[in-house]
């Protein structure tokens, strides 16, 4: 059983796509609780991970599964390899925790073509999973490229009124993207094959070790790194974002928000980082600056948004920002805090579409102007929504702070202290943005007579959204739960990454004790 | 003495011929045996060449070339008879319909 | 005595095919398409290759040009009307010359090379032509042969249908 | 006993989740509030008890740690608690403050429709206050910090169907933000600084203990500590960040006495005296403090003269005062501070809380009589001392001891701070001399105050004028005793020379807190200059001094607003541009929003229009629109022509084996 743990995790919700195509297209609600059960299977059928111990001691992979796929000739070897360690475990349990929680929030939003919608759902969560443990680039690059069909559908067709648009943008956006990283992977195959170095098919860790030039690493960096920062999304390629997360339907963009935005960041970890050590330590400073761009022009951007999906969307953008500029501190610290905080920004900023999607389905309208009172019809709203909205301002007791003070506490750390500071500003943006758009939200009289009649949660709804409340306490108060395990990960990765930097800069020199004491 | 490249030689002749043939008709049976006439002139490379190497591979192909001319025939022919049904004419300048 | 036969036929065939392309009417580029088959025939025997000449003249002076002479009848195509295609005429005539230029310089400076067998004329005396067309068709070749078969098959069903009144 | 430590901030977090839970199902007022009171009453009496076990004990310092909260690397933080003398001090102020305002609350808030939402926020605001005052490291202190500044948004935002309350709330959270910024920034610096000295810590104690391996006096010191200040400023509303706080007074009276007077906005200071090892070692931070406290001391002062709102009166007030806890914090005068900060709380939470029963009374006339004046607007008020006698002299005790007259509680602790300006080696004659013009502005507005609302003609309406009741005891008893507090909570700090009249009493308060401050003071040499050290004369002059100031202001006062109560009127008719600036606050809210609001908003409107709408997106929807426009002119290479489709394939061939044998 747990020699092939994750093929079964990762599959089963395909197993279950394919089941779900025999049930008649009319049944909706076993269409529904059908979707739902899976989804449900697949969480437990994970939940071992979340229990092992091994994770806190070991940063390697574990769960290894390792079989020929394709090859062609004596070139080419492209290997079914998986694997989870620290660093994909919680992403891997984020994605099947999620999952249920989407279906079980379009019970009543979908209304057209119920079957093609969950088949879709399912075949994303394989999709992500899969992308999540695969060791193998090829595989990882097939899972990447398949994670995309299912969502454009999901925008193209259950999406608002501009979907096609959207659909399209983001489609071409991430494909432009993963094309540049497929010559990159092909190079770097092509080149390990060259070298004669010993390598395992397409295996990524095994790439690890390869000694690429630093001419060619350069520009494989930037393919891999251009691919991943439209999928996190980093600015300037962020712009698909708000129109994806505006037009896809409320499960799109949760999905979409939660797991597939990590997908990015995630790369980079896995990826980008350690193949490419040298090519990463040159290109540090820009990437950070732009995450730095990204935090505090998102949260400008966001501040001004009428729209609450497309202000939940611009928030992302200075959410994963801040993901990345602990990545980039390229410490421990930092690390951590990037790690948690992709956890973080997929439960709060999913929760966050939720909630827009809660008021979506009452009042068929996301414009804030539309809105203002609704704490007086609606008090268990108001409350979930602004623990929420606290959790993704980072108020410290929820999971946002910690994340992003781990972050920072990284960045300030590393060579990147004044990005940080400048990072750090972001806390108060976040404050304006989010407490703007729950005042005139929330707050206040009641303007609009169609807002009169709104009920409250049901609850489904309200049982939807307690797990998410759960555990943006639990990290927020005790995240050593889950960054006990991603250290042994992250220390490994660090090692990988560093220990093939020429010129490692020791992060923690204290420049300005040094170089400007002024008296 | 006659040599391969004598009858290579013709055979490209009669290859260009088909070519022109086929660049200049407008009329889509004489374009169709046009297209024969290339197809033997390869036909004849083939054999050739299988004459010359001391093979019998290249005849086979021919053996196939030739099916597969046959078969063209069959399905082309039938393509004009369908095409003049509904414009009465077989005139290639009245095939426009892949224009934009 | 080889020589003059295949200048012979050479000269044939190249004016006959000439005359595909020139002649007005179509019925009389099939008949001019016919002469050439044939000649092609005559320049298999003498590359000693009597079975594909018996072929040629049966499925293309035979099969193919009745089908298509038969279409020309059944369509009632009459000589074509006389238009200036000088447009057409210098573009195709020049194309074609340069195709020739350069399969030209490709023939002469290339050298044939390739997996040589063991068929000379006195095997081929001794076997008898079709019999080692035969052996290798009927071997070697026989998944490609079987294709084949389906090919016309499909072929033959595809016609029916396409020509079919009301479809 | 230290064991228990825990439970202190633990019963307010029990009171928040009963109430939070399932207050709105209970709908009993006694029951909310009678738990939410007792919870905090609990903690009160647990603080008790560890307060004076360490009177008694001869270790002043104590740490407990529940748990671990983030361990990465290097990076351990703990969730624990430190208690000593500064952070015991400031848990019996919080309880004890905490505990008698729940009590009023039960009898201001009856009737509200959001009773026990308000009792869940008050008893959040209490654990998370007790945090930042027991957290034994920094980063548990900020919880506590945010925490406040959380409560703080969402008591204010109570009556969130007002605008302005909702308004008011959002600003308070934002600019706490700006200054919860700097605390961060602090923060990680601190950590990196000591860090790469091989210290990585953000334990209070660890910091103090290695706070000598940095500089003393340079730049990371200078820095961390402006960026704490900044924090501070955020919190306790200082100079330029002080203007949420007159704001806040949207919030319920008894919130505005624990969070906006008493205990919150008294964060800065806590952090400041928490930190003194590290502010000690910054002389040029600390001279920036102490200005900025003077500055604002006066400045709000000025703006609080001028008032008609009873509430904005006390807001200004309190950040007038909160200056002065700055300045003395600046001046090296830790435990004068903190001092100040104990009898501001008694007097300033008393005078809100009277405030309260005021407008709780006028509030009940109006809604008698069916009218809809004001019932904060003091121009509406007079005579009420023979309504409410009980308010009126707990105000007037409160009044007292604010404006620092003899012997009640303000007067010790200001005079202290006031000594500590003119005489310590940090200070400045320029520092006394602001502070002491502030404390004769401040003694005028408050019996300005007083006069206005208690004495003279009853200028409330007719109809209204008869239904002014004295409030119920609920509200009058917390006033009794934070009113005696008021009175004799000075005694504890007597000043060295008063003591050495009254037979060498020492000055507990500062003995007390002594371990916590000693030894800043004396490695910075925070003291006293010598050569005034022991110049009683010279402490009782300057005693003299400010007292005759406070008396001319509060003779001022009775001039205007007792004797010739036509003066005001003639003054503002002189000095209309004067007034007009004074009463419309200097226009600082104002030049905020054209500054800083509205650029910030044009920029965000301009990188969302301009640079992602136009730039980004125009640049790929212009590939777009470029591949398509070239799809569409390649399209007419697509003649449906056959001749030409055969000819492009020859012309292929062609090339291709051209290039093949010629190339």
């Given at each position: 059983?747990a020699d092939?743990?994750?093929?079964?995790?990762?599959?089963?919700?395909?197993?279950?796509?394919l089941i779900?195509?025999?049930?008649?297209?009319?049944?909706?609600?076993?269409?529904k609780?059908?979707?739902?059960?899976v989804?449900?299977?697949?969480?437990f059928?994970?939940?071992?991970?979340?229990?092992d111990?091994?994770?806190?001691?070991?940063?390697?992979?574990q769960y290894?599964?390792f079989?020929?796929?394709?090859?062609?000739?004596?070139f080419?070897?492209?290997?079914y390899?998986?694997?989870?360690?620290?660093?994909?475990?919680w992403?891997l349990?984020?994605?099947?925790?999620?999952?249920?929680?989407?279906?079980?929030s379009?019970?009543?939003?979908?209304?057209?073509n119920?079957?093609?919608?969950?088949?879709?759902?399912?075949?994303?969560?394989?999709?992500?999973?899969?992308?999540?443990?695969?060791?193998d680039?090829?595989?990882?690059?097939?899972?990447?490229?398949l994670?995309?069909?299912?969502?454009?559908?999901?925008?193209?067709?259950?999406?608002?009124?501009?979907?096609?648009?959207?659909?399209?943008?983001?489609?071409?956006?991430?494909?432009v993207?993963s094309?540049?990283?497929?010559?990159?992977i092909?190079f770097?195959?092509?080149?390990?094959?060259k070298?004669?170095?010993?390598?395992?098919?397409?295996g990524?860790?095994?790439?690890?070790?390869l000694?690429?030039p630093?001419s060619?690493?350069?520009?494989?960096?930037?393919?891999?790194?251009?691919?991943?920062?439209?999928?996190?999304?980093?600015?300037?390629?962020?712009?698909?974002?708000?129109?994806?997360?505006?037009?896809?339907?409320?499960?799109?963009?949760?999905?979409?928000?939660?797991?597939?935005?990590?997908?990015?960041?995630?790369?980079?970890?896995r990826?980008?980082?350690?193949l490419f050590?040298?090519?990463?330590?040159?290109?540090?400073?820009y990437?950070?600056?732009?995450?730095?761009?990204?935090i505090?022009y998102?949260s400008?951007?966001?501040?001004?948004?009428?729209?609450?999906?497309k202000l939940v969307?611009?928030?992302s953008?200075?959410?994963?920002g801040f993901?990345?500029?602990?990545i980039?501190?390229?410490?421990?610290?930092?690390?951590?805090g990037?790690?948690?905080?992709m956890?973080?920004?997929?439960?709060?900023?999913?929760?966050l579409?939720l909630?827009v999607?809660f008021?979506?389905?009452r009042?068929h309208?996301?414009l804030?102007?539309e809105?203002?009172?609704?704490?007086?019809?609606?008090?268990?709203?108001?409350t979930?929504?602004?623990?929420v909205?606290?959790?993704s301002?980072?108020?410290p007791?929820?999971?946002?702070?910690?994340?992003?003070?781990?972050?920072?506490?990284?960045a300030?750390e590393?060579?990147?202290?004044?990005y940080?500071?400048?990072a750090?500003?972001?806390?108060i943006?976040a404050?304006?943005y989010?407490?703007?758009?729950y005042?005139?939200?929330?707050?206040g009289?009641i303007?609009?007579p169609k807002?009169?009649?709104?009920?409250?949660l049901?609850a489904?709804?309200?049982?939807?959204?307690v797990?998410?409340?759960?555990?943006?306490f639990?990290?927020?108060?005790?995240?050593?739960t889950?960054?006990?395990?991603?250290?042994?990960?992250i220390?490994l990765?660090?090692?990988q990454?560093?220990?093939?930097q020429?010129?490692?800069?020791?992060?923690?020199?204290?420049?300005i004790?040094?170089?400007i004491?002024?008296? | 003495m006659?040599?391969?490249?004598?009858y290579?030689?013709?055979?490209?002749?009669?290859?260009?011929?088909?070519?022109?043939?086929?660049?200049t008709?407008k009329?889509?049976?004489v374009i169709?045996?046009c297209?024969?006439?290339?197809l033997?002139?390869?036909?004849?490379t083939?054999?050739?060449?299988?004459?010359?190497?001391?093979?019998?591979?290249?005849?086979?192909?021919?053996f196939f070339?030739?099916?597969?001319?046959?078969a063209?025939?069959?399905?082309?022919?039938?393509?004009?008879?369908?095409?003049?049904?509904n414009r009465e004419?077989?005139?290639?300048?009245?095939?426009?319909?892949?224009?934009w | 005595?080889?020589?003059i036969l295949f200048?012979?036929?050479a000269?044939?065939s190249?004016?006959?095919?000439?005359?595909v392309t020139?002649?007005?009417?179509?019925?009389n580029s099939?008949?001019?398409?016919?002469?050439?088959?044939?000649?092609f025939?005559?320049?298999?025997?003498?590359?000693?290759?009597?079975?594909?000449a018996a072929?040629?003249?049966m499925v293309?002076?035979?099969a193919i040009?009745?089908?298509?002479?038969?279409v020309?009848?059944?369509?009632?195509?009459?000589?074509?009307v006389?238009?200036?295609?000088?447009?057409a005429?210098?573009?195709?005539?020049?194309?074609s010359?340069?195709?020739?230029?350069?399969t030209?310089?490709?023939?002469?400076r290339?050298i044939?090379?390739?997996?040589?067998?063991?068929?000379?004329?006195?095997?081929i005396?001794s076997?008898?032509?079709?019999e080692?067309?035969?052996?290798a068709m009927?071997?070697d070749?026989l998944?490609?042969?079987?294709?084949?078969?389906?090919?016309?098959?499909?072929a033959?069903?595809?016609?029916?249908?396409?020509?079919?009144?009301e479809? | 006993?230290?064991?228990?430590?825990?439970?202190?901030?633990?019963?307010p977090?029990?009171?928040?989740?009963?109430?939070?839970?399932?207050?709105?199902?209970?709908?009993?007022?006694a029951v909310?509030?009678?738990?939410?009171?007792?919870?905090?009453?609990l903690s009160?009496?647990?603080?008790c008890?560890?307060?004076?076990?360490?009177?008694?004990?001869?270790?002043k310092?104590?740490q407990?740690?529940i748990?671990?909260?983030m361990?990465?690397?290097?990076?351990q933080?703990?969730?624990?608690?430190?208690?000593?003398?500064?952070?015991a001090?400031?848990?019996?102020?919080?309880?004890?403050?905490?505990?008698?305002?729940?009590l009023y609350?039960?009898?201001?808030?009856?009737?509200?429709?959001g009773?026990y939402?308000y009792f869940?926020?008050?008893?959040?605001f209490?654990?998370?206050m007790?945090?930042?005052?027991l957290?034994?490291?920094?980063?548990?202190?900020f919880?506590?910090?945010e925490?406040?500044?959380?409560?703080?948004y969402?008591?204010?935002?109570?009556?969130?169907?007002k605008k302005s309350?909702?308004?008011a709330?959002?600003?308070?959270?934002?600019?706490?933000?700006?200054?919860?910024?700097?605390?961060?920034?602090?923060l990680l610096v601190?950590?990196w600084s000591?860090?790469?000295k091989?210290?990585?810590?953000f334990n209070?104690?660890?910091i103090?203990?290695n706070?000598h391996?940095?500089?003393?006096?340079?730049?990371?010191v200078?820095?961390v500590?402006?960026?704490?200040f900044?924090?501070?400023?955020?919190?306790?509303?200082?100079i330029?960040?002080?203007?949420?706080?007159?704001?806040?007074?949207?919030?319920?009276t008894p919130?505005s006495?624990?969070?906006?007077?008493a205990?919150m906005?008294?964060a800065g200071?806590?952090?400041?005296?928490?930190?003194?090892?590290?502010?000690g070692m910054?002389?040029?931070?600390m001279?920036?403090i102490?200005?900025v406290?003077?500055?604002t001391?006066?400045?709000?002062?000025?703006?609080g003269?001028?008032?008609n709102?009873?509430k904005?009166v006390?807001?200004?007030?309190?950040?007038?005062?909160?200056g002065?806890?700055?300045?003395a914090?600046g001046?090296?005068?830790f435990?004068?501070?903190?001092?100040?900060l104990?009898?501001?709380?008694?007097f300033k939470?008393?005078?809100f809380l009277?405030?309260?029963?005021?407008?709780h009374?006028?509030?009940?006339?109006?809604?008698?009589?069916h009218?809809?004046?004001?019932?904060?607007?003091?121009?509406n008020?007079?005579g009420?001392?023979?309504?409410?006698p009980?308010?009126?002299?707990t105000?007037?005790v409160?009044?007292?001891?604010?404006?620092?007259?003899?012997?009640?509680?303000?007067?010790?602790?200001?005079?202290?701070?006031?000594?500590?300006?003119f005489?310590?080696?940090?200070?400045?004659?320029?520092?006394?001399l602001?502070?002491?013009?502030?404390?004769g502005?401040t003694?005028f507005?408050?019996?300005?105050?007083?006069?206005?609302?208690f004495?003279?003609e009853?200028?409330?309406?007719a109809?209204?004028k008869?239904?002014?009741?004295?409030s119920?005891?609920?509200?009058?008893?917390?006033?009794?005793?934070?009113?005696?507090?008021?009175?004799v909570?000075?005694?504890?700090?007597?000043?060295?020379?008063?003591?050495?009249?009254?037979g060498?009493m020492?000055?507990?308060?500062?003995?007390f807190?002594a371990?916590?401050?000693?030894?800043?003071?004396?490695?910075n040499?925070?003291?006293?200059?010598?050569?005034?050290a022991?110049?009683?004369?010279?402490?009782?002059?300057?005693?003299?001094?400010?007292?005759?100031?406070?008396?001319?202001?509060?003779f001022l006062?009775?001039v205007?607003?007792?004797?010739n109560?036509?003066l005001?009127?003639?003054?503002?008719?002189?000095?209309t541009?004067?007034?007009?600036?004074?009463?419309?606050?200097?226009?600082?809210d104002?030049?905020?929003a054209a500054?800083?609001?509205?650029?910030?908003?044009r920029?965000?409107?301009?990188l969302w229009?301009?640079?992602?709408?136009?730039?980004?997106d125009?640049?790929?929807n212009?590939?777009?629109?470029?591949?398509k426009g070239?799809?569409?002119?390649?399209?007419?290479?697509?003649?449906?022509f056959l001749?030409n489709?055969?000819?492009?394939m020859v012309?292929?061939v062609?090339?291709i084996?051209?290039?093949y044998i010629f190339g």
């Amino acid at each position: 059983m747990a020699d092939y743990l994750l093929s079964l995790i990762t599959f089963f919700p395909l197993l279950g796509m394919l089941i779900l195509l025999f049930i008649p297209r009319d049944n909706e609600g076993l269409l529904k609780s059908f979707a739902l059960a899976v989804t449900l299977v697949t969480f437990f059928i994970s939940l071992p991970l979340a229990f092992d111990e091994v994770f806190a001691t070991s940063g390697g992979m574990q769960y290894r599964e390792f079989h020929e796929w394709i090859s062609v000739g004596s070139f080419f070897k492209m290997n079914y390899s998986l694997g989870v360690d620290g660093i994909s475990l919680w992403l891997l349990l984020l994605t099947t925790f999620i999952s249920p929680i989407t279906i079980l929030s379009t019970w009543k939003a979908v209304d057209k073509n119920v079957k093609g919608f969950m088949a879709l759902m399912l075949l994303l969560e394989t999709a992500m999973l899969g992308a999540f443990v695969s060791l193998d680039l090829f595989l990882f690059y097939f899972f990447w490229e398949l994670m995309l069909i299912p969502m454009y559908f999901l925008i193209g067709i259950w999406g608002g009124k501009n979907r096609i648009y959207a659909a399209v943008k983001f489609f071409i956006y991430t494909a432009v993207g993963s094309l540049l990283m497929l010559v990159a992977i092909i190079f770097v195959y092509y080149y390990a094959v060259k070298s004669g170095a010993p390598i395992d098919g397409f295996g990524v860790q095994a790439f690890y070790n390869l000694a690429i030039p630093s001419s060619a690493q350069h520009w494989l960096f930037l393919a891999f790194a251009v691919s991943f920062a439209i999928k996190v999304p980093m600015f300037p390629v962020h712009t698909w974002l708000p129109d994806a997360h505006t037009e896809a339907p409320t499960a799109g963009s949760v999905i979409l928000a939660a797991i597939m935005l990590k997908m990015g960041t995630y790369g980079y970890v896995r990826f980008a980082m350690p193949l490419f050590p040298e090519a990463l330590h040159t290109f540090i400073p820009y990437l950070a600056l732009l995450s730095v761009v990204g935090i505090i022009y998102g949260s400008l951007v966001a501040m001004m948004q009428e729209d609450v999906k497309k202000l939940v969307a611009y928030s992302s953008v200075a959410h994963l920002g801040f993901v990345m500029l602990g990545i980039f501190a390229l410490n421990m610290q930092g690390m951590a805090g990037g790690m948690i905080q992709m956890v973080n920004h997929g439960i709060s900023t999913g929760a966050l579409f939720l909630i827009v999607g809660f008021i979506y389905e009452r009042r068929h309208t996301r414009l804030i102007s539309e809105f203002g009172g609704l704490a007086h019809k609606m008090p268990i709203f108001a409350t979930i929504f602004l623990i929420v909205t606290l959790s993704s301002i980072g108020v410290p007791g929820t999971n946002g702070f910690v994340g992003e003070f781990l972050s920072l506490v990284g960045a300030f750390e590393s060579d990147l202290r004044w990005y940080a500071v400048v990072a750090t500003t972001g806390v108060i943006f976040a404050a304006v943005y989010m407490l703007w758009m729950y005042q005139r939200v929330m707050f206040g009289k009641i303007t609009n007579p169609k807002n009169e009649n709104l009920k409250d949660l049901s609850a489904r709804e309200i049982i939807l959204m307690v797990p998410l409340l759960v555990f943006i306490f639990w990290i927020g108060v005790y995240p050593n739960t889950f960054l006990r395990k991603m250290n042994p990960a992250i220390e490994l990765l660090l090692h990988q990454v560093k220990s093939k930097q020429v010129a490692v800069v020791e992060p923690v020199q204290p420049v300005i004790a040094q170089n400007i004491v002024l008296k | 003495m006659i040599t391969v490249y004598h009858y290579m030689i013709l055979s490209a002749i009669i290859f260009s011929i088909g070519t022109f043939g086929v660049l200049t008709r407008k009329n889509a049976i004489v374009i169709f045996m046009c297209i024969e006439l290339m197809l033997n002139a390869v036909n004849l490379t083939f054999i050739a060449l299988s004459r010359h190497l001391q093979n019998m591979d290249g005849q086979i192909f021919v053996f196939f070339v030739m099916t597969v001319a046959a078969a063209e025939a069959a399905v082309g022919l039938a393509l004009m008879i369908a095409f003049y049904r509904n414009r009465e004419s077989i005139d290639t300048d009245d095939f426009n319909m892949l224009k934009w | 005595m080889l020589s003059i036969l295949f200048y012979l036929f050479a000269v044939v065939s190249i004016f006959s095919a000439f005359y595909v392309t020139k002649s007005r009417s179509p019925v009389n580029s099939a008949l001019w398409l016919v002469t050439t088959f044939i000649c092609f025939a005559v320049l298999y025997i003498t590359l000693d290759a009597p079975f594909m000449a018996a072929i040629q003249i049966m499925v293309y002076a035979g099969a193919i040009m009745v089908l298509i002479v038969f279409v020309i009848m059944l369509l009632n195509l009459g000589t074509a009307v006389k238009k200036r295609y000088t447009h057409a005429l210098v573009w195709g005539g020049g194309m074609s010359i340069l195709m020739l230029i350069v399969t030209n310089f490709f023939i002469r400076r290339s050298i044939p090379t390739g997996t040589v067998g063991d068929i000379t004329t006195q095997t081929i005396k001794s076997y008898g032509h079709t019999e080692l067309i035969g052996r290798a068709m009927f071997t070697d070749f026989l998944l490609p042969f079987e294709i084949a078969s389906i090919l016309l098959l499909v072929a033959i069903i595809g016609a029916v249908v396409l020509s079919k009144r009301e479809v | 006993m230290y064991d228990y430590l825990w439970l202190i901030p633990f019963f307010p977090l029990v009171g928040f989740v009963f109430n939070g839970l399932f207050g709105k199902k209970i709908r009993n007022e006694a029951v909310i509030g009678g738990i939410g009171t007792l919870m905090i009453f609990l903690s009160f009496l647990v603080s008790c008890g560890n307060f004076f076990t360490l009177l008694n004990d001869s270790e002043k310092v104590h740490q407990q740690v529940i748990a671990s909260w983030m361990s990465v690397g290097q990076l351990q933080i703990d969730w624990g608690f430190l208690f000593d003398p500064l952070s015991a001090l400031m848990i019996m102020v919080v309880t004890g403050v905490g505990t008698l305002i729940h009590l009023y609350s039960i009898g201001y808030m009856h009737g509200e429709t959001g009773f026990y939402r308000y009792f869940a926020y008050l008893n959040l605001f209490c654990f998370s206050m007790l945090m930042l005052v027991l957290g034994n490291n920094a980063l548990v202190m900020f919880v506590g910090w945010e925490g406040v500044g959380l409560c703080s948004y969402l008591l204010i935002g109570y009556y969130f169907d007002k605008k302005s309350a909702g308004d008011a709330a959002k600003k308070a959270f934002v600019v706490n933000r700006i200054g919860d910024f700097g605390f961060l920034c602090g923060l990680l610096v601190l950590f990196w600084s000591l860090g790469s000295k091989g210290v990585w810590t953000f334990n209070f104690v660890e910091i103090a203990e290695n706070a000598h391996l940095l500089q003393t006096g340079g730049v990371v010191v200078t820095v961390v500590t402006l960026a704490f200040f900044l924090g501070a400023t955020g919190k306790s509303a200082q100079i330029p960040l002080y203007t949420w706080l007159p704001d806040a007074m949207e919030g319920p009276t008894p919130v505005s006495a624990l969070i906006h007077a008493a205990t919150m906005v008294t964060a800065g200071v806590y952090m400041i005296a928490r930190l003194n090892g590290l502010f000690g070692m910054a002389p040029d931070t600390m001279m920036v403090i102490a200005v900025v406290g003077a500055t604002t001391a006066i400045f709000a002062a000025s703006i609080g003269l001028a008032q008609n709102d009873i509430k904005r009166v006390l807001a200004y007030s309190t950040v007038s005062q909160l200056g002065y806890m700055f300045l003395a914090m600046g001046v090296g005068a830790f435990s004068a501070g903190i001092f100040h900060l104990m009898t501001h709380a008694f007097f300033k939470a008393c005078l809100f809380l009277g405030s309260g029963s005021v407008i709780h009374g006028m509030h009940h006339a109006y809604h008698k009589a069916h009218l809809h004046d004001d019932p904060q607007d003091m121009r509406n008020m007079g005579g009420l001392r023979k309504k409410m006698p009980i308010t009126f002299i707990t105000f007037l005790v409160s009044t007292i001891a604010i404006s620092g007259l003899p012997f009640f509680s303000g007067f010790f602790s200001k005079d202290e701070i006031l000594w500590w300006a003119f005489a310590g080696e940090r200070g400045h004659w320029m520092l006394w001399l602001v502070g002491a013009i502030a404390a004769g502005m401040t003694a005028f507005y408050m019996f300005r105050l007083v006069f206005m609302t208690f004495f003279g003609e009853q200028k409330t309406d007719a109809r209204a004028k008869d239904h002014i009741p004295e409030s119920p005891l609920t509200i009058t008893l917390p006033l009794m005793i934070l009113g005696t507090l008021a009175v004799v909570g000075g005694f504890w700090g007597i000043p060295h020379a008063l003591g050495n009249i009254f037979g060498h009493m020492p000055n507990y308060l500062e003995n007390f807190l002594a371990p916590v401050f000693e030894h800043t003071q004396e490695l910075n040499g925070l003291e006293i200059k010598p050569e005034m050290a022991h110049s009683a004369a010279l402490e009782f002059g300057m005693m003299g001094v400010s007292v005759g100031i406070a008396v001319f202001g509060i003779f001022l006062a009775w001039v205007m607003y007792i004797k010739n109560p036509a003066l005001p009127g003639k003054f503002v008719a002189s000095f209309t541009g004067l007034w007009r600036v004074v009463y419309n606050k200097w226009f600082i809210d104002e030049l905020y929003a054209a500054v800083i609001v509205n650029n910030c908003k044009r920029i965000g409107t301009f990188l969302w229009k301009g640079i992602d709408v136009k730039i980004v997106d125009g640049i790929v929807n212009g590939t777009a629109w470029a591949v398509k426009g070239i799809g569409g002119g390649l399209r007419y290479t697509q003649s449906g022509f056959l001749h030409n489709y055969a000819m492009g394939m020859v012309v292929g061939v062609v090339v291709i084996v051209g290039y093949y044998i010629f190339g």
